[in-house]
């Protein structure tokens, strides 16, 4: 099951990429917006998070939503009296949240996970590279969906390379459950 989590976030991962390319135009610092591919199947609800630096705004951090699938293995009885089972599949919907933070965090330090300043939980990291940044992701049932649902303000606190100072990336979460919606919709 966990190989096949992996699998479905590499996936995801490589989705990312790929919506990295497109234009943010429509996608702001104030209110999370959805972005679909050409098929319109394939959608992702995405926030930026961005500084005013020599008068020009410059993106530091990018928070994406995703549906993404895993497949469970189950038992299943087919006999009772014999006491037989037989092992099945089942394809389960989860909800994977990203976010690609500034090089130069420091990556022996998860990131936290917080919903107006309630810690949730800590983000894994998944990659650095010049073109993402550091690329982070945690699975977030349905009690966190309320809750960004719910919330005014998302943040992650990171640490700093070499420094005993955190980075805390803000996302207001306006919109969010209107995002969201697209995203389940489809």
Same mark, same amino acid.
């Given at each position: 099951?966990?190989?096949?989590?992996?699998?479905?976030?590499?996936?995801?991962?490589?989705?990312?990429?790929?919506?990295?390319?497109?234009?943010?135009?429509?996608?702001?610092?104030?209110?999370?917006?959805?972005?679909?591919?050409?098929?319109?199947?394939?959608?992702?609800?995405?926030?930026?998070?961005?500084?005013?630096?020599?008068?020009?705004?410059?993106?530091?951090?990018?928070?994406?939503?995703?549906?993404?699938?895993?497949?469970?293995?189950?038992?299943?009885? +087919?006999?009772?009296?014999?006491?037989?089972? =037989?092992?099945?599949?089942?394809? !389960? %919907?989860? @909800?994977?949240?990203?976010? $690609? *933070?500034?090089?130069?965090?420091?990556?022996?330090?998860?990131?936290?996970?917080?919903?107006?300043?309630?810690?949730?939980?800590?983000?894994?990291?998944?990659?650095?590279?010049?073109?993402?940044?550091?690329?982070?992701?945690?699975?977030?049932?349905?009690?966190?969906?309320?809750?960004?649902?719910?919330?005014?303000?998302?943040?992650?606190?990171?640490? +700093?390379?070499?420094?005993?100072?955190?980075? =805390?990336?803000?996302?207001?979460? !306006? %919109?969010? @459950?209107?995002?969201?919606? $697209? *995203?389940?919709?489809?």
């Amino acid at each position: 099951m966990i190989i096949k989590i992996f699998k479905n976030i590499f996936f995801v991962s490589s989705f990312l990429l790929y919506f990295s390319t497109y234009s943010l135009s429509e996608i702001t610092s104030k209110e999370w917006g959805t972005r679909c591919l050409e098929d319109k199947k394939t959608c992702i609800a995405m926030i930026i998070s961005e500084i005013k630096k020599n008068d020009k705004m410059q993106t530091i951090a990018t928070a994406y939503v995703r549906i993404g699938s895993t497949t469970q293995k189950k038992m299943d009885l +087919i006999d009772k009296d014999d006491q037989t089972y =037989k092992l099945s599949e089942e394809s !389960k %919907n989860i @909800t994977i949240l990203f976010v $690609k *933070l500034p090089l130069n965090v420091d990556l022996m330090k998860k990131p936290a996970f917080v919903i107006d300043n309630e810690r949730i939980g800590d983000l894994n990291f998944t990659h650095c590279n010049q073109k993402d940044g550091c690329v982070t992701n945690i699975i977030v049932n349905n009690d966190i969906i309320d809750l960004l649902r719910k919330g005014k303000i998302m943040s992650v606190v990171a640490g +700093i390379y070499r420094n005993n100072n955190n980075l =805390k990336v803000e996302f207001p979460l !306006k %919109n969010f @459950t209107k995002s969201y919606a $697209k *995203l389940i919709k489809e």
